[in-house]
C-alpha cells in the first residue's frame, strides 16, 4: 500500500512538471513574440517632419523615408555642391560634409578642402539648375538629379553643361557621383 502512495506521489509531481514546463515554454514563446513586435513597431515608427517653410510633410522611419523627403534631400545636396561662390563654398562643404557617413567623412573632407583651395585660388563660382523634378528610386534609396551647371573661372563664363547626378543615400549621404 505504501508504493501506491509513494507512485501516485511520483506520477503527480511528472505530470506538474511536464505542466509547468509547458507553461514556462509557453511562457518563454510569448515574451519572444512581444520583444519582435516591440522591436518592429520601435522602428516602424513614423516621425512626421514639417518644415518651416514648407507644407509638405515627411515621414521617417528606420524602415521607411517618404518619396518627397528623399527627393528634397538630394536637391538639397546637390545645390549644396554644386551652387557656391568662393565666400559660401566653406559653409556649404561643411554642412555636406555633416550630412556625410562617418566612414566617408575623412575622405571627403579631403577632396573638398582641395577644392575650396583651388575655387578660391581661380575665384570660381557655379550654380546648377535643376530640371524638372528629380527621381527616386526607394528601393535603391536612389535620387537622380538632371540639370545644367553654370561655372565661371576667372571671371571667364564656361559653357553650360548639361548633367546628372545619382545620390545614394543610407544613414547618410553614402556616394556623390
Known amino acids: ?46 516621425i512626421v517632419l514639417v518644415p518651416t517653410n514648407s507644407n509638405v510633410q515627411y515621414k521617417v522611419s528606420a524602415l521607411h523615408v517618404s518619396a518627397n523627403y528623399i527627393k528634397d534631400m538630394a536637391e538639397n545636396v546637390v545645390q549644396l555642391r554644386l551652387s557656391w561662390n568662393t565666400q559660401s563654398i566653406s559653409h556649404q562643404f561643411q554642412k555636406l560634409l555633416s550630412m556625410s557617413e562617418m566612414s566617408a567623412r575623412q575622405s571627403l573632407a579631403k577632396q573638398l578642402n582641395q577644392e575650396i583651395k583651388v575655387v578660391k585660388k581661380r575665384k570660381m563660382s557655379s550654380v546648377f539648375y535643376q530640371e524638372g523634378v528629380p527621381l527616386a528610386d526607394l528601393n535603391n534609396m536612389t535620387v537622380k ?9 576667372d571671371d571667364v563664363l564656361l559653357s553650360p553643361v548639361k548633367k546628372a547626378y545619382l545620390i545614394h543615400f543610407k544613414d547618410g549621404i553614402e556616394g556623390f557621383r
Open 1 to 46: 500500500m505504501r508504493t501506491t502512495i509513494r507512485d501516485d506521489a511520483i506520477l503527480k509531481n511528472k505530470q506538474m512538471m511536464r505542466v509547468l514546463s509547458i507553461a514556462c515554454i509557453s511562457e518563454a514563446l510569448v515574451i519572444l513574440v512581444l520583444s519582435v513586435l516591440v522591436v518592429y513597431l520601435d522602428l516602424s515608427r513614423n
Open 145 to 153: 538629379v538632371v540639370g545644367t551647371l553654370q561655372r565661371v573661372d
